[in-house]
């Protein structure tokens, strides 16, 4: 039997955490997003998150309403598919989703940041017509294929090639680790050409020679699905190459975007472990007290929400500056490893606050916890994020 779409009766009892107060620091458009989404999560996802990621099942269906909430190209312009809005926003609604889980924010980083933007930014206005409207509606559902076999913190080295062929490409070669590839429609594809320079390329699902197959066994954004695409002399039309770009620059552009995404979204996954964890520490009671009335308790609790309060500060900083278009690629390296660092510690701490009953799926920090060792790991590992801020802080290269 089927679970699709089937709603558990468990509440989503979340509240959000504010210490700061930096709600102040936003503006109406930012709060209406922020609630909007907040709603949708605890009605669409909250409900049925648990039972997808135990079945390793993508909640595909959730698509429609992610673009419904405007959580596909929040930045995006609105005659393009996008939200309109800021990057303060596209911040915020990315937080929200992550609270739900990690897996429903990739579905949208990848859409929003990986796909959409590529193809405003570099596409011509005839591919942007094509492709953009139906990707912000959710009709499309797109993925992003950089990664290969052999190259992953160093994309540069790509073997996956295309070669001249009259009105035509011929592309071949494999890309491992992709989110969404089973289910994608298009893909925006990064080879490298006769001349070995890095191009874009759409590739559409069905073209002679394509396949994505899925990738079993994970233990991480079970409720994310992710598969490989693979090339075998694949006919490309010209018309699918993105012309305004070449080299490692166009995909590493589309990575600023999607990690300044995750800056923002893993505050929310540590925010979720952290509620929980204060709500049980009020409950639960051992030697006649309160969890939450020992020191240790307090010491966790109190080291968390100070952890996430400098995070949601650097998120507030970071999107000041990228609505300024002055936030570089350093700074957001810098966010993207804090954040998601921070946010793993605190969802192992909070298990610990639950005890036992923290290992189960009655309580959310598991399902965080193992989100947040893929989500670490890509958009760049957190050792290459380090060796970004090291490069840019000395003017040494230590990568190769
Ligand atoms: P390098 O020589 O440093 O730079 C080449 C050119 O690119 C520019 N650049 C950037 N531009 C925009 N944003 C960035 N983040 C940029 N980083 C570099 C740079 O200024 C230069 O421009 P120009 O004009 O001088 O040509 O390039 P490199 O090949 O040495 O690479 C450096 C390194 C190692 C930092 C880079 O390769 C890297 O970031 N590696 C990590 C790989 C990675 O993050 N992969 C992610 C794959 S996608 C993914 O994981 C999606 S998960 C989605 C989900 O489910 O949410
Ligand atoms: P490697 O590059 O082999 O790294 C292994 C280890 O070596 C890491 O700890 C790394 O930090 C370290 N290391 C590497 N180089 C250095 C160095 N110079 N100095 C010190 N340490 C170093 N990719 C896409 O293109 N599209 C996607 O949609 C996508 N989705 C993903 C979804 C999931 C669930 C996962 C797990 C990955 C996804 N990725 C995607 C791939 C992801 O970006 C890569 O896994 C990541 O960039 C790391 O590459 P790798 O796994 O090959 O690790």
């Known amino acids: 039997m089927s679970l699709d779409n089937k709603k558990s009766t468990k509440t989503d009892l979340y509240e959000y955490h504010d210490y700061y107060n930096i709600d102040e620091l936003l503006n109406e458009d930012h709060l209406l997003a ?19 990621a135990n079945r390793a099942a993508c909640p595909v269906h959730l698509f429609k309403g992610l673009a419904e909430v405007g959580a596909f190209g929040p930045s995006l312009p609105v005659e393009y598919g996008g939200g309109g809005m800021d990057e303060i926003a596209y911040g915020i609604i990315m937080q929200e989703l992550e609270r739900g889980d990690s897996g429903i924010r990739s ?27 139906k990707l912000g509606s959710g009709e499309f559902i797109g993925c992003f294929g950089l990664t290969e076999p052999d190259y992953g913190s160093n994309p540069s080295g790509m073997i996956t090639n295309i070669k001249n062929d009259g009105d035509s490409y011929i592309l071949n070669g494999a890309k ?23 191009r874009g390329l759409i590739v559409e699902k069905g073209m002679k020679g394509f396949s994505a197959p899925e990738i079993h066994g994970k233990w991480s954004l079970r409720a994310s699905v992710t598969g490989e695409l693979v090339f075998e002399d694949v006919r490309i039309p010209k018309a699918n190459i993105l012309p305004n770009v070449s080299g490692i620059k166009g995909p590493l552009g589309c990575l600023s975007k999607a990690r300044y995404g995750i800056a923002w979204g893993s505050v929310g996954a540590a925010l979720d472990c952290y509620d929980s964890a204060l709500r049980y520490s009020k409950e639960r009671e051992q030697f006649g007290k309160k969890l939450g009335e020992f020191q240790l308790t307090q010491k966790k609790l109190a080291e968390m ?6 995070a949601q500060l650097l998120c507030w900083r970071l999107g000041t500056l990228a ?14 490893r804090n954040n998601v660092d921070m946010a793993l510690k605190i969802a192992r701490e909070a298990r610990q606050i639950h005890g036992g009953m923290g290992i189960t799926g009655e309580y959310p920090m598991m399902r965080h916890m ?7 790991t890509y958009e760049g590992t957190h050792d290459i994020h380090l060796l970004i801020t090291g490069m840019d802080v000395t003017g040494f290269n230590a990568f190769g």
Request: aromatic letters at 8%; zero cysteines; glycine letters at 4%.
């Open 323 to 336: 609505n300024l278009g002055k936030a570089t690629p350093a700074q957001i390296s810098m966010a993207k």
């Open 34 to 52: 922020r609630d909007a989404v907040r709603e949708w999560v605890k009605q669409e996802v909250s409900p049925i998150i648990e039972d997808y």
């Open 370 to 376: 193992m989100n947040l060792e893929s989500v670490i």
């Open 176 to 198: 491992m680790w992709i989110t969404n590839s089973p289910v994608a429609d298009i893909a925006v594809v990064w080879a490298k050409d006769e001349e070995g320079i890095i």
């Open 107 to 133: 579905m949208a980083s990848v859409q929003g940041s990986l796909v959409m933007y590529p193809i405003y930014k570099y596409g011509n206005e005839e591919q942007r017509r094509k492709y953009l409207p």
């Open 305 to 310: 929400i100070t952890e996430i309060t400098k």
